[in-house]
């Protein structure tokens, strides 16, 4: 049986209401998330630590800067994030994409759902002409869900990120706007 896994889950743009659900679910993905994300002082898992990334997150979101969300299942719990980031204007009309979801909702299509319904947000709302990602060069899983959904590869960024405490090797991916072309 397939199923559409767009009913079953959503994005929407974070709020300050959202700092205690995210301080619990890093808490709980704290060791899954690890070796995809960078060093991560304690503060960062407590609900204050989370409010301080949303308050900046919103307030680059009122500078035009980002687009962050949460990615919900179907009950509308949150089961990780998704954004769009350096949004740059312009002739370059660009922005990046980075996401995550949680541990338990892994590997069931939440990510690949979020990615298409950002990648409107992008393209059909913001009118930009491309979404660049950067993946870790082993991890196949999230080259997938950005293939699955029209990204292609472009290149390798050598030592372009220190994540899990080193300078790592990342894929890089972009999609382009269909409407541009």
Known sequence: MIRDHRQMSSIRLVTMDDAAELAALFATNR???APWE???ADDFFSTDGQRAVLEEALERHGQGLTYPHVILDASARI???INL???VLGPFQSCGVGYWVSQHANGR???SAALHAI???AFA???LHRIEAGTLAHNVRSQRVLEKN???RFGVAPAYLKIAGSWQDHTMFQALNPQHH
């Open 38 to 40: 960078p060093d991560r």
């Open 109 to 111: 299509g939440h990510a």
């Open 79 to 81: 089961i990780g994030r």
């Open 31 to 33: 060791g899954f998330l």
């Open 125 to 127: 709302d913001l009118g």
């Open 150 to 152: 029209g990204f292609v």
């Open 119 to 121: 990648k409107n947000v």
């Open 85 to 87: 980031g350096n949004v």
